[in-house]
């Protein structure tokens, strides 16, 4: 079930994703040649606590950490450890959290030092491709509008849009109706409504979009070794056009 949220609840929500911005600033400066994810984690959780909020993915199934760190060919929900950046990688930074009853979701990806033009552009497309699909998050369009606009842009660019894992809405908990995936036919999928509020998350492979799990049950890789990036914001629907709630 939608759960549409009123101004005052919005509002709620722009406080817990700005300060999931915050935190991801703060990982963007601190990501250089040698800190390790496990590093990053522990900055993100001091970072959470110390805010007063308390972090959503640490927990979640079993979920060990409160970042999700994927570096290179890691696609999503790679756990933190003592993996050591190198000059030339690019990292996807996850981070969610809850203050006041409410969640914030945000994700960036960063390269590490001086990287490739592949990866470079990479990460620049993926970014475009979250804005492309907030463009579409107006009421009256339909959730595969959104869908349709990033794969569109994606594989245009000759790239691929992963489709094992997709946006959600988001709310008093971190994972809400509907689903958003990335990829879809326009005019399809529940209708988008004012006071809706929903995690965009493209995930852009420079290969082919198929994935594996490795054998911690959680990290996502792509089956052919390329790389992959991710950008994510939350936002509302309003009748003024899409609210960003996850920018600073």
Known sequence: MITLKSKEEIELMRTSNRLVAKLLEKLRKLVTPGITTGELDAIAEDFIRK??????????????????????NEVVHAIPGKRALKNGDIISIDAGLRINGYCGDATITVPVGSISREAARLIKVTAKALE????????????????????????????SI????????????????????????PGTGPMLQEGMVIAIEPMVNVGGYKLKI??????????????????????????????????L
Not at 56 to 71: D, L, N, Q, R
Not at 133 to 154: K, L, T
């Open 51 to 72: 805010n007063g909020a308390e972090p959503t993915f640490k927990g979640y199934v079993e979920y060990p950490a409160c970042i999700c760190a994927s570096v290179n």
């Open 132 to 159: 492309i699909g907030i463009a579409q998050a107006v009421p009256g369009n339909r959730i595969g509008d959104i869908s349709h606009a990033i794969q569109f842009f994606v594989e245009g660019q000759g790239y």
């Open 162 to 185: 992963v489709r094992d894992f997709v946006g959600h809405g988001i709310g008093r908990q971190m994972h809400e109706d509907p689903q958003v995936p990335h990829f879809g036919q």
């Open 214 to 247: 490795l054998d911690d049950g959680w990290t996502a890789v792509t089956v052919d070794g390329s790389w992959s990036a991710q950008f994510e914001h939350s936002v509302a629907i309003t009748a003024k056009g899409p609210d960003i709630l996850s920018r």
